[in-house]
Structure formats: structure tokens, C-alpha cells
């Protein structure tokens, strides 16, 4: 694997949306990164490249986000989000990716399995939320108001209010600049509580292997660890992997653990 690999940016027309995404290679297995709520395919930029010798490696922004197509409407993670990307690995490989997922992105991951079983070999889901979004929507309410607030500010202002709550500066920058290239409406509907899926109703419809990393919920984990075993429950053939000094963003806070664990799984199925 190498981390010095050049990236190439590109466009695809897809289930009626034209969908931005970053390729680090052309050739090998296909491997396809997916984002966070608010992120884009940048969330993968010091990730991604490290797949790069062995892989074709593409990292997609969602519909909504970062350069893709912004519609006003149509934010779902099993009616819009997943079947573009299903679109994707039905029209446009020639052989079974792998998928590996960050939050949204992990959640997304399933229904794309369960909808093109044999065009997706193998996913990874990082710290999924897969309960609360759809069982307990007033979290998410709580959660995301905030940032459509910020959504909603001028940008010099959102920057402002970021460096007020803390963080790396580059971080700040990035956060704001993904704001700014979201669609208001992705919030606005995850907000409204129709957007999230059933776990019990999908996962179970995933037949290919699956890895999930947890976060530590004292950390930022979305997964409490009463609902963990549920998981190892509804997915078939599925590790469970603890990162217990990892917030959500698993890839971040654990950068070197998370490429390892992900290349020995893609290695051995």
C-alpha cells in the first residue's frame, strides 16, 4: 500500500443524479469509500490513497453533498442514497467492490449490499448509527438542529462559531466548507425523522461479509454498548471490532489501526 498516489477527480450520471467522486487508481478490485452526514469524499483523502496499489479506490460525495448533484428533495438512506450507488456498481464495474462506510455512510453501506448482492464482495461499516436515527428520532433532532443553525449562518460566521466550540483550525475550515457545499435539505429532512431506515428489517438482508468498528460511547460512539450485541444478531457473517480510544470518526481519531484492520479484512475475504 502506498500513501503517495495521485488523485483524480470525476463525474457519473446515476439514478438520475451526477455524482462527484475522488479516484486514487483505475485498476484492482474495486473499493469504494462513503461518507458522513455533512462530510464529503475529503473525509477520506489521508485514508483512502493507502488502498491505492491494490485496489481501485473511489471515494463518492452522497447526493447533497460536497460536488454531486443537490436536489431539493430526496434524502433517504435506502430510497436515494443507496440506490445511486447501486447504480454505480451495476452500471459501471465490471467486477464486485468493496464498500467501507464512515456514520451515514456505514448505514448506507447495508442497503447498497442487500440491493446489488453480487456486485458488493465485502463492507465495512465504521461506527454505524443504526438504532437511534430510526428508533429514537428526537435524538437526532437534538443532534443535528445545531448544525443546521450553522448550516444557515453566514460563512465567516460559521467559521467564527466553530473556532469558538474548539477543534483544530483545518478541521474548523473543512467543517465549514462542507456546510457550505451541503444541501440544506439534507438536514432538514434527517431532521424530520423520515429519512433513517429499520436495522431489524435490513441488515439481516446483507449477504456479504461484514466488518463494524465501534466507537467508545464515552467518546462520541453512536452505538451504546447495550445495543452491540444486536448487530452480531442481525448481520449473518459479521466481526465486531472495539476501538475504545476512538470517538465517531474512527478513521481520525485511529488512523493507522483503522488501514490495518480494514487491509486485513479485505485480504481475507
Not at 451495476?90 to 447498497?112: C, R, T, W
Request: charged letters at 25%.
Amino acid at each position: 500500500m502506498t500513501s503517495h498516489t495521485r488523485v483524480q477527480s470525476s463525474y457519473v450520471d446515476v439514478n438520475g443524479q451526477r455524482l462527484h467522486y475522488k479516484q486514487w487508481s483505475d485498476s484492482g478490485p474495486p473499493l469504494i469509500f462513503l461518507h458522513g452526514v455533512t462530510s464529503s469524499s475529503s473525509a477520506w483523502d489521508d485514508i483512502a490513497p493507502q488502498f491505492a496499489t491494490d485496489y481501485r479506490v473511489m471515494a463518492f460525495d452522497f447526493r447533497g453533498h460536497g460536488l454531486s448533484s443537490k436536489p431539493e428533495h430526496g434524502y433517504t438512506w435506502t430510497g436515494h442514497y443507496a440506490p445511486d450507488i447501486v447504480d454505480f456498481v451495476q452500471s459501471h464495474l465490471d467486477e464486485p467492490a468493496f464498500v467501507v462506510g464512515a456514520s451515514l455512510g456505514a448505514m448506507v453501506s447495508a442497503p447498497i449490499a442487500a440491493g446489488a448482492p453480487g456486485k458488493v464482495r465485502g463492507m465495512v461499516m465504521s461506527d454505524p448509527p443504526a438504532f437511534a436515527p430510526f428508533e429514537d428520532p428526537e435524538s437526532t433532532r437534538d443532534r443535528f438542529t445545531p448544525t443546521l443553525a450553522l448550516k444557515r449562518l453566514p460563512y465567516e460566521e460559521r467559521i467564527e462559531k466553530l473556532t469558538e466550540e474548539g477543534g483544530d483550525p483545518d478541521a474548523v475550515r473543512a467543517h465549514a466548507d462542507n456546510l457550505e457545499a451541503m444541501s440544506e435539505g439534507v438536514l432538514v429532512e434527517l431532521i424530520g425523522g423520515k429519512t433513517a431506515y429499520s436495522a431489524d428489517e435490513w441488515l439481516p438482508r446483507v449477504s456479504c461479509p461484514a466488518l463494524v468498528f465501534l466507537a467508545n460511547p464515552e467518546l462520541g460512539g453512536v452505538v451504546s454498548r447495550m445495543d452491540r450485541p444486536r448487530l452480531g444478531q442481525l448481520l449473518r457473517d459479521v466481526t465486531l471490532v472495539e476501538f475504545e480510544d476512538a470517538g465517531h470518526g474512527i478513521h481520525r481519531d485511529q488512523p493507522n489501526r483503522f488501514v490495518k484492520e480494514v487491509s486485513a479484512f479485505l485480504q481475507r475475504i
